[in-house]
């Protein structure tokens, strides 16, 4: 079990529609994975990212590529040059927060 997973069976089950992004995988929690964010056929709002932080200027590029409207970075994870790119094609970009988290304590204080 990983962070990862959690936080997508989470958003899952609240109601979000997820696309795993995992070259080792080719299923996740029922949903089809992809090798890259370019493979997916469809529009990406969230980049939600679990990778270590040199991995990060990449994923912005892919991100970017795909026209997300967001790249969050979770819990530990930040690179000021990945957010900077990421910010200035338009993405808005989180970094060092958990999108469960962020999720629950909005919910709880609705």
């Known amino acids: 079990m990983r962070a990862s997973h959690d936080v997508a069976a989470y958003l899952k089950a609240v109601g979000y529609r997820i696309i795993p992004v995992n070259p080792n ?3 996740v929690l029922g949903e089809k994975a992809y090798a890259r964010l370019e493979d997916i056929p469809e529009p990406v709002d969230i980049v939600d990212v679990f990778r270590r932080a040199e991995e990060l200027p990449a994923v ?3 991100a970017i590529a795909i026209k997300a409207k ?3 970075m979770q819990l530990g994870i930040e690179n000021a040059a990945a957010a900077e790119k990421a910010r200035a094609a ?3 970009v989180v970094e060092n927060a958990c999108l469960l988290v962020e ?5 709880e204080s609705r």
């Open 25 to 27: 995988e080719t299923e």
């Open 103 to 107: 999720h629950k304590q909005r919910k």
């Open 60 to 62: 912005a590029n892919s």
């Open 70 to 72: 967001v790249l969050w």
């Open 90 to 92: 338009g993405l808005v």
